[in-house]
T-cell receptor
Framework: AQSVTQLDSHVSVSEGTPVLLRCNYS??????LFWYVQHPNKGLQLLLK??????LVKGINGFEAEFKKSETSFHLTKPSAHMSDAAEYFC???????????FGDGTTLTVKP | NAGVTQTPKFRVLKTGQSMTLLCAQD?????MYWYRQDPGMGLRLIHY???????AKGEVPDGYNVSRLKKQNFLLGLESAAPSQTSVYFC?????????????FGEGSRLTVL
């Protein structure tokens, strides 16, 4: 069984300040973990993924995430928010078989000028 | 450079009507998926396919059927639409299984059932 919990449904930051979007997972096997971003009225786009290699993963647009097995977390961070980062973010946990993935409920990031 | 294309983008149906959503990908991906997205519920997998001629059920398959007659196309059908099927539907594809492969998404199809 697997599950993913995004701890905040909404996060608001000021432009130029750090971003932290929190994700905890539960899995009975070694998971793969992903973060996707969805801009309004668009499809989802991959930000980064963890697949049992380096625990600190760097993605696009300056985002990174750290896999912490002891804490079962995969939090997404960015040092300095940009207005264009305003979007919805999804944490995803999956296993080896196709289709066996679970999406979090999403976190809406608002960036204030 | 189309990627994943969904048609139609918007549709309004009456209860009991049928319709088909078409997903086409030009990346030669083996795996294709249909998800629905509802407010505050993330994405839920309806059906998926691991190759031409194959389909499998996801988390929420009831009320939907799919077909993958050609590798590049994945069709989602509603035989008798219900208001509970009002949602935004996303098609996705990947080169390998979801565990290792990036998912490429279409821009969504917004369906309203009255």
């Amino acid at each position: 069984a697997q599950s993913v919990t995004q701890l905040d449904s909404h996060v608001s930051v000021s432009e130029g300040t750090p971003v932290l979007l929190r994700c905890n997972y539960s899995s009975s096997y070694s998971p793969s973990l992903f973060w996707y971003v969805q801009h309004p009225n668009k499809g989802l786009q991959l930000l980064l993924k963890y697949t049992s290699a380096a625990t600190l993963v760097k993605g696009i647009n300056g985002f990174e995430a750290e896999f912490k097995k002891s804490e079962t977390s995969f939090h997404l961070t960015k040092p300095s928010a940009h207005m264009s980062d305003a979007a919805e973010y999804f944490c995803v946990v999956s296993r080896a078989n196709a289709g066996k993935s679970t999406f979090g409920d999403g976190t809406t990031l608002t960036v204030k000028p | 450079n189309a990627g994943v294309t969904q048609t139609p983008k918007f549709r309004v149906l009456k209860t009991g009507q049928s319709m088909t959503l078409l997903c086409a990908q030009d990346m030669n991906h083996e795996y294709m998926y249909w998800y629905r997205q509802d407010p505050g519920m993330g994405l839920r997998l309806i059906h998926y396919s691991v190759g031409e001629g194959t389909t499998a059920k996801g988390e929420v398959p009831d009320g939907y059927n799919v077909s993958r007659l050609k590798k590049q196309n994945f069709l989602l059908g509603l035989e008798s639409a219900a208001p509970s099927q009002t949602s935004v539907y996303f098609c996705a594809s990947s080169f390998s299984g979801i565990n290792t492969g990036e998912l490429f998404f279409g821009e969504g199809s917004r369906l309203t059932v009255l």
